[in-house]
């Protein structure tokens, strides 16, 4: 009687959504609500402290530059210790940093010098965050369904961020960003208590390394033999920088110039959220298979706001060149979440996603400090145009790529060889077949359950 009376209640849940799953899915909607208001409030803050264009990305360029120089390390620490446990002394971290940062903005004494260092203080903990998060979601479930938890995880995350940035444009304009970073904190503070009690005893012991370099080495050696993942890292380390620029720099500068001020900046970004929680729908149905293929192609709408911030179009224009942006968006990062689960080993994963992020995130700090600079020199039209080209250009030349072409969907169980890695290409009979990407079961779920995370996390 007691197994028949609980069946029920397991048949409402996916079989993939096992208790760790949920937990990285809880927590991670808390944080997107306070971090999307947190953006927009940065920036306003530097606006009202007295600074200009330059200032906000020399803030901007602060939270980058240790993201990217820590990031190396923060990998191979996750792929080392207990991953939760990396995530909640982040989380922490980036609690203090914003709790602090809130109290100078709401008492007028913020200096640009202090913002500076909060928000490194910020990025450095996101340093050791994101290949923790990226290694524990991917670790958390397994199975042919992988890419339908990617695509519900992303889904309940930019969900979240619609609200939060929505929320965080009017915050800013009727009470001051002081507050919207204050609920960023407590944000941090609610989400590391709920990853403090992810159960880890379902993931296999790592063995003993060579030590932290030789840990690094052997994730760089994972990364660069595989042509599809480099080269599509390297197309987004510019593509991410010219984003970075133009979402920290100038979509608010022409919001405040042109639209009317934070608010309408905030609905825009909203719209994109809207984008995508619908691209994670489609994709929660649909499964190509030239996934790397599919998912590059979708990389091309990603430089429409830009286009659309140069004419400049109106707030409802651009809202909507948002959206189509966060469809493509989504149908890129659920099928790399997808190929990375797919091709990478479970206990390389961590060191791995961070070369994904540094690779990724290395031209953030300089972009965000030029973007200014740019501004001054050419124009702020003639910039976004020219990070159009640029993000066009480098996506056409990764699909020159064989791999990036001819990367398949593989059936549940099968694996590639080392040598065929990238390739889509099966295990031979005579070799172990393993669940896509080395990963283990979640507490609670059976062996053929799924998951994983991605960029833009």
């Known amino acids: 009687m007691t197994k028949r009376s609980a069946s029920p209640r397991a048949a409402r849940r996916p079989e993939w959504a096992g208790r760790n799953y949920m937990l990285l899915t809880a927590s991670t909607i808390v944080t997107s609500l306070g971090a999307h208001g947190a953006l927009i409030a940065t920036t306003w803050a530097v606006f009202e402290s007295g600074g200009d264009a330059g200032d906000v990305g020399l803030v901007a360029m602060a939270r980058f530059l240790p993201l990217v120089l820590f990031l190396l390390v923060g990998g191979a620490v ?68 992988a890419s339908r938890a990617f695509a519900f995880y992303r889904m309940a995350m930019h969900g979240a961020g619609i609200g939060g940035a929505a ?69 987004f380390s510019v593509v991410v920088a010219l984003i970075g620029a133009v979402e920290a720099v100038y979509g608010p500068l022409v919001a405040r110039d042109e639209l009317g001020g934070a608010r309408p900046w905030g609905i825009a970004l909203a719209g994109y959220g809207v984008g995508t929680v619908a691209g994670a729908v489609l994709m929660t149905r649909w499964k190509p298979r030239r996934m790397l293929l599919v998912g590059t192609l979708g990389v091309f709408p990603i430089a429409l706001p830009s286009a659309a911030l140069a004419i400049p179009l109106h707030a409802v224009g651009l809202t909507l ?49 030029l973007a200014g600079p740019a501004e001054t020199a050419f124009g702020r039209t003639a910039s976004l145009w020219g990070a159009v080209v640029l993000m066009t250009v480098v996506t056409a030349l990764v699909l020159l790529v064989p791999d990036v072409r001819r990367m398949t969907r593989r059936p549940h169980g099968l694996t590639t060889t080392k040598g065929a890695a990238g390739t889509g290409a099966a295990a031979s009979p005579g070799e172990r077949a393993t669940t896509p990407g080395g990963a283990v079961p979640a507490q609670g779920t059976s062996p ?8 833009n996390g």
């Open 167 to 235: 929320l965080g444009g009017a915050l800013v304009a009727f009470v001051g960003p002081g507050w919207v970073l204050a609920v960023d904190a407590a944000a941090f503070a609610v989400a590391g208590g709920l990853r403090a009690f992810l159960d880890v005893s379902g993931i296999p012991d790592r063995k003993p390394g060579g030590g932290l370099f030789a840990d690094l080495r052997e994730g760089w050696q994972e990364f660069i033999g595989r042509p599809w993942l480099w080269s599509i890292v390297a197309q």
């Open 448 to 455: 053929d359950a799924e998951g994983a995370l991605g960029r």
């Open 321 to 369: 060149v948002m959206f189509v942006s966060g469809v493509a968006m989504e149908i890129f990062g659920v099928s790399w979440m997808t190929t990375m689960h797919q091709e990478i080993p479970e206990e390389k994963l961590s060191r791995v996603s961070a070369y994904d992020w540094f690779g990724s995130t290395a031209l953030l700090p300089l972009s965000t400090a």
């Open 78 to 145: 996750a792929d080392r210790i207990p991953r939760h446990r990396v995530m909640v002394a982040a989380n922490a971290l980036n609690f203090v940093s914003q709790a602090v940062f809130a109290a100078l903005v709401l008492s007028g004494t913020a200096e640009l010098w202090q913002m500076m260092v909060l928000t490194g203080l910020c990025g450095t903990g996101q340093a050791f965050f994101n290949p923790a998060a990226e290694g524990m979601l991917m670790s958390s479930v397994t199975g042919e369904q």
